[in-house]
């Protein structure tokens, strides 16, 4: 028997990550034009089903029909009320939500597998026969124009929704919709809408969890051979961004503790060669807690709780962003800070072991959000809607492995002009 005792002043041996191992999906297209992958994990009898709709084309006329059509869903169909519904799926230990976003609509189920057959016909019902009664909708509406009288009175919130109507102008990306905008909305237009967009022709259907034959059954007889396209085929091209020419938006509110600052521009999208390296440059600024914007701006100068950098990728356009609050009366100073940290990154090489502190961090983020299906199901989800393949993980992987200074130095030089950044002040200034 050894009697080896942990020697706490040396530090773990470190291995480096070689490679990522991500689950790949079955895919089948069903006879209605449904689009299903699935990932089976075969343990716990438990699966979840999303069903995921491209949005319909953003009319500027109607602004609020995916938003509204996608949260009103489980508001009654024609034979069971919003209450049925949720009581029904609560009584089988389901979990059934809606989820509205830029580019897609979706509905997510977490059931067992034994309640299947219980619980789908509700689903299906739900995707089929939503019937927005009006008494919901005035509901709806009254609840939507409180949430948001209180989201604009907000800093932060006014900066965002400035950023995106100028970097993305009139389109479903740079909507900044006014509590009034929400009386138009009429049930007609939802029932219409809904008819149009969900369909199965326009869903990508992606079950996670186990899944054995007869769940395979289940699904495609209630949503392949059962569910029917409607005679208008979805129309989900959207019109073209135009970005403002205006590059600073100062919105003043005089009696501000703080100011919302953001600051970016129109970016690359996944699909470009150069994202995963400027996803390295990203983290380095302001993409992790210790990076160079929340060194500087928050531990050093103490002007913020928090600051961080990001980059958006959507379907129909990307933006890079640095987003912060601080205080009012230092509202100039921290965007001189943000300035001169952008602007050394384009100067001075960074150490070496700055950048193999974010390739570790970066490697072990990605295989630390890898814990179970769902979460390979999420990262096929990053890459099927962005048009790119699993070698996407490969070469990201392999470029945060080898990325050096001299190649952070040149992308800082190529993408990043401060001067011609867009810049939003939300407060004082």
């Known amino acids: 028997m050894t009697n080896d005792i942990l020697n706490r002043s040396v530090a773990p041996d470190f291995k480096a990550i070689e490679n990522i191992d991500l689950i790949k999906p079955e895919h089948t297209v069903l006879p209605n034009g449904c689009n299903l992958f699935t990932f089976n994990s075969g343990d716990q009898e438990l699966v979840r089903i999303e069903w995921i709709f491209s949005n319909v084309r953003f009319d500027p006329a109607k602004p609020l029909l995916n938003m509204a059509v ?36 979706q509905v997510t189920l977490h059931s067992l597998n034994k309640h299947l057959n219980d619980v789908l016909p509700i689903v299906s019902d739900v995707l089929t026969d939503s019937i927005f009664p009006q008494k919901e909708l005035d509901t709806y509406v ?25 970097v993305y102008g009139d389109t479903l990306y740079g909507m900044a919709v006014e509590p009034e905008e929400y009386d138009k909305l009429r049930r007609d237009d939802l029932l219409t809408h809904f008819k149009q967009m969900y369909q199965p022709g326009n869903c990508t259907l992606i079950v996670a969890g186990k899944i054995d034959d007869v ?50 521009m129109p970016f690359i999208k996944r699909d470009h060669p150069d994202f995963p390296a400027m996803q390295v440059l990203n983290t380095v600024l302001g ?27 959507l379907k129909h356009g990307a933006a890079f962003f640095i987003a912060t609050e601080v205080g009012a009366d230092v509202c100039k100073n921290a965007v001189a800070e943000i300035e001169k940290e952008v602007n050394l990154l384009k100067t001075e090489l ?49 470029t945060v492995k080898s990325i050096t200074a ?8 190529k993408y990043w002009n401060f001067d011609g950044f867009y810049k939003v002040i939300v407060g004082k200034y």
């Open 406 to 413: 001299a190649k952070l130095l040149a992308l800082a030089n």
């Open 70 to 105: 996608n949260t009103m869903l489980t508001d009654g169909t024609a034979t069971l009320t919003a209450a049925e519904i949720a009581d029904k799926i609560d009584f089988y230990g389901a979990f059934f939500s809606t989820e509205y976003g830029f580019d897609h609509s």
């Open 215 to 264: 769940t395979l059954q289940q699904l495609t007889s209630v949503f392949g051979s059962d569910w029917k396209n409607a005679d208008a085929r979805a129309v989900t091209s959207q019109p073209e961004v135009a970005t403002a020419t205006e590059k600073f938006y100062f919105i003043e509110k005089p009696e501000a503790l703080q100011s919302a600052i953001r600051i970016g």
């Open 287 to 313: 993409g992790y807690f210790g990076s160079r914007l929340m060194a500087n701006i928050r531990e050093d100068k103490g002007y913020t709780y928090g600051i961080g950098s990001g980059m958006s990728s």
């Open 142 to 166: 009254r609840n939507q124009q409180q949430k948001l009288q209180v989201s604009l009175q907000k800093n932060d919130v006014v900066a965002r929704r400035a950023f995106n109507k100028a």
């Open 350 to 398: 960074i150490p070496d072991e700055e950048i193999s502190l974010v390739q570790n961090y970066m490697l072990g983020s990605l295989l630390g959000s890898l814990e179970n299906v769902f979460s390979h199901a999420d990262k096929f989800k990053n890459l099927y809607f962005s048009g790119v393949g699993y070698e996407y993980y490969d070469i990201y992987t392999e």
